[in-house]
């Protein structure tokens, strides 16, 4: 018996799943999701202190409030009060100390949201007022590290930098970012019988979501299951720190017996979650004449905020990704994390990955601004080799490099020589506006570097009728996951998309899965769903053997061969002798087949030593490449992005328009991180931008005015799923081209001659700064 895959070309023009539902406001989120008359309104008291004692906390004239049902505090938590994901230092409500302003202390359920404010307000806290930590040089001055250093090297970087011909040293900060979901953190908690825990939260990861509410009730796993059909967005903010809302709905709904529901302002949101870590990066740098780098340095310093959460992660990510597209002959990287009295800090769409990239343009470019060579050149002369000079500085080859495929490509196709002429031209005619331009490389490790995370599992139904219901261990954010994995389905499969529904995520489906994230979403689910079909098919090609059989006279003497291809499945000997998947799905049942199989994935050939800092973390690497020019006033420090060209490598797409919209998206998403999005804390610890009219995330207005988005063709990936890349976080690391191109354009205010102070993000302020600078030199010379 063979079974043949169907040859029908690979559609990959579906619109989103729920683009539509969207579209018309159909889309049920969290808050949208209908309860009885039964729910209560949960709330959330947190410190206003960044860093206090708590002396004592009254609640007993909250509790007497009509409408009350429940004022909560670290005493009545059934469980465990701990809530952090790795190390364990994060209490679900703070007992004796508070870590930063937004440490939650007290939870309240009451009928509704008024009465749970009013409440709130009732509740007496006196606290002794401790010296916060409010920035990383501070908790570098006082050591608050959070765990011992981490190195990676290869090569001597002292010796080779003492022979260099030139060097260079400096530092670079780069800044917080909020993630600005859509839909703020979320969740709604139903208790079932005995001591069963229904929830409902927007989580990236419902499988730790689950661990953690069972820890603080104090119950088992197999009492709590969690579910999400679709987050508003998630960005990493989702990976971890949803599990504190939940965590808290659970808590409230335990107490009560009732069903609870929290949905955090907008502006509590932003006040008590984690951002993306702002970083402080120390380099010293050697290289040739031709900017060709031999030596290099990095210490990273990550500001981690008050807990652990993901930042150890997150930082060797950041280190992983030093040498963005580099070979650095002897490289070596220090990283270290802080506390400070900030809501912990975590995942954000890239993981450390950006930061660390950041540290290594900035050296590229301070290269070229030294030598006076087009930085452009600079990167190329750096890029990984294809047979030599391609392992990085953590021992793992650059396989399949695409880097000099993508630079040839997109330098004609953005016409870079070209224009860098006219934008001198330009530079040269125009005293008040000034262009910038900049050609910058992403190369970006996909996997967990977490080894044992790269996992996935699904559980695949069908049903009588033919249809297919699709279970796996992902979450949809709005990154199409469920779209893709649809594809894959049906594509595995043989038959139509519209058999096939993607149901919601739901822990009592499928079991201990990763978090939806480090852009390896479609690569595990993928694979687990096409194990599942890989199972059901043959189960199905037998049964089918057996049916075609019976009425073929020459068995069993003759090989039989069966296609599924468009629903029908076929005797490919005797084409005439087919029946459709439906009709054969009827039989399977009467004839005792089981369809209903799980699938499991996990990440064949990777694994490392953390220790060392060397191996192969990845299973592969995602390249791009963009082009950015921008139009600077000088006066004002108002930018434009004037146009940018992508070229991005994502394999072969599993579906176009998802994968354009995931770089433009990223690409976008990385502009805020790199230019407007300035987080401010007073003080006191004290967020002071913490709605949409104080903190700038990128609008319709700093989309290009020319945006050229194109993925590269015909660039197979032999190690993911259908031969496609993951898409997700690496384009956003492209906005380094619009970055970078604004520091080429304050370098025209002083014709090249002297070097801008430069950070991340480059706000109008900092332009302006960074201009003002170079006059003032230009008059002193
Ligand atoms: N796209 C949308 N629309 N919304 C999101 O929240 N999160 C990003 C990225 N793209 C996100 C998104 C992040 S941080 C990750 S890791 C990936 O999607 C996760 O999904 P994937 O692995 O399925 O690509
Ligand atoms: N990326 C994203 N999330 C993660 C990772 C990673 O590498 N490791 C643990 N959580
Ligand atoms: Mo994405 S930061 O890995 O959730």
Redesign the pocket.
């Known amino acids: 018996m063979i079974a043949h895959l169907g040859t029908k070309p690979f559609m990959t023009n579906i619109p989103h799943d729920s683009a539509s539902k969207h579209v018309s406001g159909e889309s049920v989120y969290i808050d949208d999701m209908l309860v009885n008359e039964q729910l209560l309104h949960g709330h959330i008291l947190y410190s206003p202190h960044a860093h206090a004692r708590i002396k004592s906390i009254d609640t007993s004239a909250a509790k007497k409030l009509p409408g009350v049902y429940a004022v909560l505090t670290a005493k009545d938590i059934p469980g465990h009060n701990q809530m952090g994901p790795v190390i364990h230092d994060e209490p679900c409500l703070a007992e004796k100390e508070v870590l930063c302003v937004g440490h939650a202390i007290v939870l309240i359920a009451a009928e509704n949201e008024e009465l749970a404010r009013a409440a709130a307000r009732l509740v007496v806290i006196e606290y002794d007022l401790l010296e916060p930590v409010l920035d990383i040089r501070t908790a570098i001055e006082k050591g608050t590290l959070l765990a011992p250093p981490r190195a990676m090297q290869r090569g001597d970087a002292d010796a080779a930098l003492a022979t260099s011909p030139h060097t260079i040293k400096g530092e670079l900060e780069t800044g917080a970012q909020e993630?600005w979901?859509l839909e703020t953190q979320s969740c709604l908690a139903v208790p079932g019988e005995g001591r069963e825990m229904n929830i409902y939260s927007s989580t990236?990861h419902p499988s730790e979501t689950q661990a953690i509410v069972a820890e603080v009730l104090g119950i088992p796993k197999n009492e709590v299951v969690v579910e999400i059909r679709r987050?508003g967005?998630?960005?990493?903010?989702?990976?971890t720190q949803a599990n504190h809302t939940a965590a808290w709905t659970a808590l409230l709904a335990n107490a009560t017996g009732r069903p609870v529901r929290i949905r955090l302002f907008r502006d509590d949101d932003q006040k008590i979650t984690g951002k993306r870590h702002r970083y402080l990066i120390k380099y010293e740098a050697g290289f040739d004449a031709s900017g060709k780098i031999v030596a290099l340095k990095f210490e990273q310093n990550a500001d981690a905020g008050c807990a652990t959460d993901l930042s150890m992660a997150i930082l060797e990510r950041a280190m992983l990704h030093a040498d963005n597209s580099y070979f650095i002959p002897n490289m070596q990287v220090i990283g270290k994390a802080y506390r400070t009295n900030l809501p912990s800090n975590t995942?954000?769409?890239?993981?450390g990955g950006p930061q660390g990239m950041a540290g290594m343009e900035t050296v590229i470019d301070r290269i070229a601004r030294f030598l006076k060579i087009d930085a452009a050149l600079v990167r190329k002369v750096n890029f990984y080799g294809i047979d030599k000079d391609n392992i990085t500085h953590y021992g793992q080859e650059v396989e399949l490099n695409r880097l000099h495929v993508l630079y040839d490509q997109l330098s004609a196709s953005s016409e870079y020589s070209k224009r860098r002429t006219e934008v001198n031209a330009f530079n040269a005619k125009n005293e008040f506006y000034k262009k910038g331009l900049a050609f910058t490389p992403v190369k970006f490790g996909i996997s967990f570097t977490t080894t044992f995370l790269n996992q996935a599992g699904a559980l695949v139904n069908i049903y009588k009728d033919g249809t297919i219901l699709v279970n796996h261990g992902?979450?949809?954010?709005?990154?199409?996951?469920n779209t893709?994995i649809a594809q894959i389905a049906a594509a595995e499969l043989g038959v139509s998309l519209d058999r096939i529904k993607v149901n919601a995520t739901n822990t009592s489906k499928v079991p201990n899965t990763s978090a939806?994230?480090?852009?390896?979403?479609?690569?595990?689910?993928g694979m687990a769903v096409k194990n599942a079909i890989d199972k059901l098919r043959e189960r199905i090609v037998k049964l089918m053997c057996d049916e075609f059989s019976k009425i073929d006279p020459d068995f069993p003497s003759r090989e039989i061969d069966i296609v599924i291809e468009n629903d029908i499945i076929t005797d490919l000997s005797f084409p005439d002798r087919n029946m459709h998947f439906a009709e054969a799905m009827l039989l399977a049942n009467l004839k005792q087949v089981s369809l209903s199989a799980t699938g499991f994935y996990a990440t064949p050939n990777i694994g490392w030593d953390k220790q060392k800092g060397w191996g192969k973390p990845f299973n592969y690497y995602s390249f791009g490449m963009a082009v950015s020019e921008v139009l600077v006033d000088t006066l004002t420090g108002y930018v434009k992005n004037l146009r940018t060209d992508i070229l991005h490598d994502v394999g072969d797409s599993i579906n176009v328009g998802i994968d354009i919209?995931?770089v433009e998206?990223?690409f976008i998403q990385g502009l805020g991180w790199c230019t407007t999005e300035e987080i401010k804390w007073d003080a006191k610890g004290n967020l002071l931008n913490h709605s949409p009219d104080t903190y700038k995330i990128p609008s319709v207005q700093d989309i290009p005015e020319d945006f050229r988005v194109q993925l590269l063709q015909n660039a197979p990936n032999p190690n993911a799923i259908r031969k496609s890349k993951?898409?997700?976080?690496p384009p956003l690391m492209l906005a380094f081209s619009s970055w970078l191109a604004i520091k080429d354009a304050i370098s025209a205010v002083g014709n090249h001659e002297y070097e801008p102070h430069f950070s991340l993000p480059a706000t109008n302020e900092v332009i302006l700064l960074s201009i003002e600078d170079i006059r003032k030199k230009q008059n002193k010379s």
Do not use: I, P
């Open positions: 993630h979901y990236q987050m967005g998630a960005f990493g903010g989702k990976e995942a954000f769409r890239g993981f992902g979450t949809e954010m709005g990154q199409g996951l893709k939806t994230a480090a852009s390896a979403g479609t690569d595990l689910n919209g995931q998206g990223g993951a898409v997700a976080e």
